[in-house]
């Protein structure tokens, strides 16, 4: 027999629970890396107060001006704002990424219902939830000083409410975690979220077009959202407040029935959880088969004129640019922003401008933006290579190389995203003239080559690990930024003015000209910096290790 | 002596004040299965990281098949196969992908490499899984994956950091024929393990480091030898390990503060 005194109690282990996160909250914040992420904790805990308070009063004057007013039923979209707020936010700071697992507390001795009741108490200490109580707590007073009658309703409909978005956060949160244990569907999920995050820009143009024409269709959707809690909890609330009981008693029923079927539904969920479940995606022991022809045959060697390092690892760059689904689904980016600019600012009807901007001057402005997006990977360019950045040094190649490789895709992953977007630009609105597209070409050579001798410096120099279809903690070092933003400003600003050269001197083709110039100097630039940055790439080998294999 | 693969002169490597290798003068003969052990924080991994050109050491020399490392690191690389700690996988690659960038950073060529990824994939006991990548693999299959890596060239000094560690007992006993044919003709086996009893089953000499400082080094019989009385010649490798290890006995735990496990 174990020498197991007593069980703790349900209220103990919570307790514990809490120690245990706030711990784990201080340790990290205890390393070196993290003093910085304590002074934005700061910044943002402050922020994120002023936040709250100020939607407190909103909520307390809303509820104030709803029941003396006589608009008791508006109260329905106070609870609405909170039950969006409570269910949305942690679906988004959930990052999909795995982080600290309650369900990891199964190797002690607990019950089914204190796993349960951890598991809703742990659900409280979301920023959300923390946040939309307050919210509550602000909306029972101002709606109590308007009408006292109400303040026992308000009381059990918000602990109702409360009850119930607790437990639908619970329930969701865990399906996600289930859902986003496995790596191919947090991918999955990642892209549909870059997907929806892209559509949401052609929301204010699709809005000017077409607002007018779907507000009827609008208005007959209204009605059925009296089904949901929120509007129960309104119409309770009006109920209350003008003595029709029965509303208040189908509100109350409604709510509760939503909280009794949340709670069925989460209490299976958390049961299969206690039972045992295997979330780890690794794979099952292997079966025994005849192995088949191989896949990775490659018969014809496209990239035979490279060097057989440079080539490979350029194939393999390419092989995790297709795997990254963030880094992919960025590749849509460009193609859709000259869609959704050239709507904006260019062609015939611009939705955003009286008079179309002149394509002489959007176009070399288009793919400024365009390299601004494109070239920023290239700051961090081990970032996703983790500990495999050790075979780079236990491998017989010189850093060169690797940079060759790597830059080598970058060039033209560049290449193909600005000719398509040329091709849109094409389409839509036209090319600009002549003089003016050569201007840009040879400014983009000279961009790009200026930046890739820099940025390679700055990868060597700022690596910072990211991972994978994950959101949270996937920072850039903050100096890889910086020294992006610092090159991106200075080419900019030597760029702009070359190309306002003609209109100054009236010569068309100067600006051409002197890009030229210069393409070819950073070309003869960038070719000199790869063996000084092989030199550093061995220096800093413990560091990028470091930083990698962690 | 047969000819050197290995040789360290005062091979040095401080962390700030902490000095995590200190003058290790190491000498490791061509076609030897050679156990580098330790206890844990000794500074295995350390030596490992300066032989394999993952660390640079603060200072002394080490010399690979007669090269200068510093002066030679390329040519040096060319020679030896590395399975490192945490075995620097490129995870979002199949083991085939990977099979196949490894070798053709060794300059070998595509129908080579080929030939020889698919073969050690099967020897592995990889290849029913050609689309898995590496990150979906288990602990034991990155292993395996990690050793075919190592080998694909083939090597003429082999470091391996914990080879077995995760590893089933039957591709483990392959594994271990086929480092066995590999010394006997003429590859230099560096070894690192916990497992003292994997050790003195394969390795023919056996170097011990402590506290960054190498203590004992030589074949099996020479470090037996070295043990006082006459059961010396039946000292099993731990015994060995202990007394050179835990002469200090501030080493050792003290059994009798656990009393109450007990």
Known sequence: MADVARVPGVWEQIRLVAGLRWRILRNGLRKKNNQWDLIGMIFAGVFASLFVLGLCLAFYFGAYTFLSGGHEAWIAFLFWGIFLFWQLVPIFTAGFGAGFEFRTLLRFPLSLRAFYLIGLAYGLSDFAAVASSCWLIAMIIGASVANPSVLPSMLLISALFLLMNITLERMIGSWLERILARRRSREIFFAIFILLAVSLQFLNPLLQRYGRAAQPWARQLLPYLSVFPPSLAGQAIAGAAQNHFTDTLIGVAGISAYALLFSVFLWMRFATQYRGEELSETAAPARTVVRPVSQTAEHSDALRLLSPQVAAVLRKEFRYLTRNSFAFFLLIMPPVFVLLFTTQFAGRHPTATRHPVSTELFFPGMMAYLLLILMAPAYNSFAYDGKGIQTFFTSPVSFREVFLGKNLLQAGMLAFELSLSMAAFSYLVGLPSLPVLLATLAAIVFNVTGQLAIANWSSLSFPRKLNFGQMRGQRQSGMAVLVSFGTQILLGCISAPILFMSRWTGDKWLPAEVFAFLAAAAIAGYSSSLDPLAVLAEKKKETLIEALSR | ?262
């Open chain 2, 1 to 262: 002596m047969t000819e050197a693969a290995i040789v360290t002169q005062r091979l040095t490597r401080r962390f700030g004040n902490l000095t995590a290798v200190d003058s290790v003068d190491l000498t490791v003969g061509a076609g030897q299965f050679f156990g580098f052990l330790g206890p844990n924080g000794a500074g295995k991994s350390t030596t490992i990281k300066m032989l394999t050109g993952l660390l640079a050491p603060s200072s002394g020399r080490a010399q690979l098949l007669g090269l200068d490392f510093a002066e030679h690191p390329v040519e040096v690389k060319r020679q030896i196969g590395v399975v490192p700690e945490g075995m620097g996988l490129f995870e979002r690659l199949t083991g085939a992908e990977y099979l196949q960038f490894v070798g053709r950073m060794y300059g070998l060529d595509r129908p080579t490499t080929q030939r020889r990824s698919e073969e050690l994939l099967d020897f592995m006991q990889l290849s029913d899984r050609p689309k898995t990548l590496i990150a979906d693999y288990s602990h034991g299959m990155q292993k395996k994956l990690a050793l075919a890596a190592a080998v694909i060239h083939g090597p003429r000094i082999l470091f391996l950091d914990e080879p077995f560690e995760g590893v089933d007992a039957l591709a483990a006993g392959a594994l271990k024929a086929l480092l066995g044919r590999m010394t006997e003709r003429g590859v230099t086996i560096f070894l690192t393990s916990h497992v003292l009893e994997i050790v003195e089953r394969l390795c023919s000499h056996v170097a011990i480091i402590h506290k960054g400082r190498l203590v004992a080094q030589g074949s099996l019989e020479e470090l037996r030898a070295g043990i006082a009385g006459e059961e010396g010649s039946k000292t099993t490798l731990e015994q060995i390990f202990l007394s050179i290890v835990g002469q200090d006995g501030a080493q050792q735990p003290q059994l009798e503060e656990l009393s109450w496990l007990m």
